[in-house]
Nanobody, 125 residues
Framework: QVHVVESGGGSEQSGGSLRLSCVHPIDTYTQMYCMGWFRQAPGKEREGIAAIDKVRSTTYADSVKGRFTISQDIPTNTLYLQMNSLKPEDTAMYYC??????????????????WGQGTQVTVSS
């Protein structure tokens, strides 16, 4: 089991900002090519919202495009998700993970090999 440390979640009002962080073990970071953030709201299926590859190409779900930014800091094996203009519908448990694929997209639920414990984001109106 890969030990992933996610942090940065919390409660915020609508329109506010949060930044999530995720640190991967160095061996996992060097073996995997794709990185991303997924979320799962109560009663809903888990969905991919942002993905990035080792050359920093990114892709986003329409629901977060223009508001969320995914980035990585290679020296520290850290993945970030800057979330601006938060909405109540962003309330969910957020997970980061890494996987291998020829093209890194957010439609990766079937190939993700592991999940972290997640970090809760709650947005109030």
């Amino acid at each position: 089991q890969v030990h992933v440390v996610e942090s940065g979640g919390g409660s915020e009002q609508s329109g506010g900002s949060l930044r999530l962080s995720c640190v991967h073990p160095i061996d996992t970071y060097t073996q995997m090519y794709c990185m991303g953030w997924f979320r799962q709201a109560p009663g809903k299926e888990r969905e991919g919202i942002a993905a990035i590859d080792k050359v920093r190409s990114t892709t986003y779900a329409d629901s977060v495009k223009g508001r969320f930014t995914i980035s990585q800091d290679i020296p520290t094996n850290t993945l970030y998700l800057q979330m601006n203009s938060l909405k109540p519908e962003d309330t969910a448990m957020y997970y980061c993970t890494m996987w291998n694929a020829r093209v890194c997209t957010i439609q990766a639920l079937g190939v993700v090999p592991y999940w972290g414990q997640g970090t809760q984001v709650t947005v109030s109106s």
